[in-house]
């Protein structure tokens, strides 16, 4: 996952496609393989291949556990609302934890759409939960970086 996540955020995205199928394969409990599956086809243009994959993947995986629930909002089952109302848990530690993933997960689906500020938006509210330990506040941070490399280059 670690390599495909770099791959990832390095431009490779085809790169990352072989890793993160092979961590689906690895472990196919393991929901968030799938999850950054469809994120690394989904920025390599491969978008029917993402959509059929996750579709595949959904099809046999209990999807009521958090983060499922993303997996259903990248298939359109779900709303944005419906994701931060999942991600809501009565442990205080848990639900930032969730909110923070829920607001990673919902900048990608906004940076999908072409919506780069409602991605900003949603890429800052992950950092603002605090999780500094979640791989999704890591890489909430660099998004912001490179949204921000992207206004710098068109400003140019």
Not at 77 to 83: A, D, G, L, M, V
Not at 91 to 117: I, M, N, S
Not at 138 to 154: K, V
Request: glycine share 6%; charged share 30%.
């Amino acid at each position: 996952m670690d390599r495909g996540r770099a791959r990832f955020y390095s431009g490779q995205s085809s790169a990352a496609v072989s890793d993160f199928v092979h961590a689906a394969g690895v472990d196919p409990e393991y929901i968030y393989a799938p999850i950054w599956l469809y994120l690394a086809r989904s920025r390599a243009g491969q978008q029917r291949e993402a959509r059929s994959e996750l579709a595949k993947y959904a099809a046999g995986a209990d999807l009521t556990k958090w983060p499922g629930q993303v997996i259903n909002l990248y298939l359109d089952r779900e709303t944005p609302e419906s994701i931060l109302n999942s991600a809501r848990d009565s442990a205080p530690l848990k639900d930032r934890e969730q909110h923070c993933e829920a607001f990673f997960y919902l900048g990608q689906l906004a940076l999908q759409r072409g919506e780069r500020r409602e991605a900003n938006r949603r890429f800052q509210q992950a950092i603002d939960t605090g999780v500094t330990n979640f791989y999704e506040y890591i890489d909430a941070q660099i998004e912001l970086d490179r949204l921000a490399t992207m206004r710098q280059e068109a400003a140019k």
